[in-house]
């Protein structure tokens, strides 16, 4: 089928969004408010420190290579990022790598992307931008002096409200919410990049690049790929800007070019904030990197409190209002994504036609109702259940179910990716396009390699409980997205038929 065919199908025969609401700066702020590089910065270099130290413990000193690790990680997801990057160029739609999967390796792998996308969209919402938020909120509140009634069932309605406002800020449209997250973003990232240059500043005494290297791992690179495996999550979002692709201006344009940019702002922000971080620690203090030490388990938490002189807790009051405000524009970009993949599958007759329904903003309201309830399932089970494993510990309860779930869709999303990569070469040679070898193999094989890599290694290193679980956890639910696909492909198999088809 040739691109003008597809056109005309599209807008006669399927339901769409509304088109050119979107510019650039939207597109660019999608991708970063869904990576929420604030929240990223507090939970996920301690978490990547803290991981690095309970799993290498012979290197107490380890994390100090964290700067390098998410140099490395980002190289890695730009790799991965190519494909996304390359397809957006042909195929815009609400589809996302689904529609790119479908029209490069067929409709069933295409069904595997959609659905793997979609639980990983859920599970980000619930596990960082909910769990995440609350387990942050209880573990800071009772070190600024803040007591808590009923902490154990508190957090259940915090949840409650949360979810639901969120829901009804998708609900009220996609431009009015992304006018606010584009913002909360500019303010976000000028503040991490000054302060982070202010901390270097102040201690530029102890300014090494032995951080860039692999000395503080005793030279071991392993060391430092293991761990990049993990820290790949660090730049999740990048490609946020994919499933707004039909209500943005030029988007055969401007969503290429949203992932470039977000990967520049987003590599910058975030490893020259992990550098600033752990130069301000001390080399020899990095035993003590990571969740577990500083204000609230948060060891950025206690350097920005401490590192200000004169102007005293300001900047530390911004960092919390920063940080919490980035889980709340984070869970707005990722439940906005999972609404367009659902109203995606169900204009193409894939799922009930109900959840292509739009109101007059353009918004699929029955795929945010979805959403909504899915969400409340999954976060109020999955925090009751680590409420029951950890009894009387509610902090690292909240705290480890956010954790379980992040784990959990780590795979996932390599799948997603995995997908994609290998389905560029396939959907290029369909449409007589040019090739290149290594743009269009070479990179994605080698991304590829890489995502295997780590779905192997999470495996292989066997992490105590509780990082196990959302490795076990993981394995059922590709399980059952693959035994879901196999029953739509051999019973259903007509309910496939238009599956990747909307394309403007």
Do not use: C
């Amino acid at each position: 089928m040739t691109e003008d065919k597809t056109v005309l199908r599209s807008k006669e025969e399927y339901r769409h969004l509304k088109y050119n609401q979107l510019t650039l700066k939207h597109a660019v702020s999608q991708a970063i408010g869904l990576n929420a590089p604030g929240g990223t910065i507090v939970l996920y270099i301690a978490g990547t420190a803290a991981l690095l130290t309970f799993t290498f413990s012979k290197y107490p000193d380890g994390a100090f290579s964290i700067p390098l690790i998410l140099l490395m990680a980002l190289v890695v997801y730009s790799m991965m990022s190519y494909s996304s990057y390359e397809f957006s160029k042909y195929l815009s739609s609400s589809g996302g790598y689904y529609t790119f999967v479908a029209n490069g390796l067929g409709r069933s792998l295409g069904l595997t992307t959609a659905l793997s996308y979609i639980s990983y969209q859920i599970l980000s919402f619930t596990g960082f931008g909910i769990l995440g938020f609350v387990g942050f909120a209880y573990a800071i509140l009772p070190s600024l002096g803040i007591t808590l009634p009923y902490v154990n069932i508190l957090w259940i309605p915090v949840t409650v409200v949360f979810i639901l406002f969120v829901s009804f800020l998708i609900y009220k449209g996609i431009k009015p919410s992304l006018k606010y997250v584009s913002y909360a973003i500019l303010i976000e990232v000028v503040f991490f990049i000054g302060s982070s240059i202010y901390l270097i500043g102040i201690n530029h005494s102890a300014l090494t690049l032995k951080p860039f290297t692999a000395i503080p791992v005793g030279g071991n690179f392993i060391i430092l790929a293991a761990m990049m495996v993990y820290a790949i999550g660090t730049f999740v979002g990048v490609g946020g800007s994919i499933p707004i692709a039909e209500e943005t201006k030029n988007p055969k344009r401007n969503v290429p070019l949203s992932i470039i940019l977000s990967i520049f702002i987003l590599g910058i922000t975030i490893i020259l904030s992990a550098y600033a971080e752990v130069v301000s620690w001390g080399y020899s203090n990095m035993a003590n990197f990571g969740i577990g030490s500083g204000i609230g388990a948060y060891p950025v938490l206690s350097i920005y409190k401490n590192s200000f002189g004169s102007m005293g807790a300001i900047p530390f009051v911004i960092l919390l209002i920063i940080v919490i405000n980035s889980f709340f524009t984070a869970t707005i970009s990722l439940g906005t994504n999972a609404t367009r993949v659902l109203f995606s599958l169900s204009r193409e007759h894939v799922i009930p036609e109900k959840l292509s329904r739009t109101n007059t903003r353009g918004v699929p309201v029955y795929a945010v109702i979805f959403i909504t309830v899915i969400s409340l399932i999954i976060v109020i089970s999955t925090g009751l259940t680590f409420e029951y494993l950890y009894p009387g510990q509610i902090i690292s309860a909240l705290l480890y179910a956010s954790l379980f779930l992040l784990i959990l869709e780590s795979p996932i999303t390599y799948i997603v990716h995995i997908l994609t990569n290998t389905s560029l070469y396939s959907f290029l040679k369909k449409n007589n396009q040019k090739t290149h070898f290594v743009k269009h193999i070479v990179i994605p094989t080698i991304s590829s390699i890489t995502l295997v890599g780590a779905i192997v290694a999470a495996v292989y290193f066997d992490l105590s409980a509780p990082y196990i679980y959302g490795v076990y956890g993981s394995l059922i639910w590709v399980s059952a997205i693959f035994i879901t696909v196999i029953v739509m492909y051999t019973k259903y198999r007509k309910k496939l038929n238009n599956l990747g088809d909307f394309s403007l």
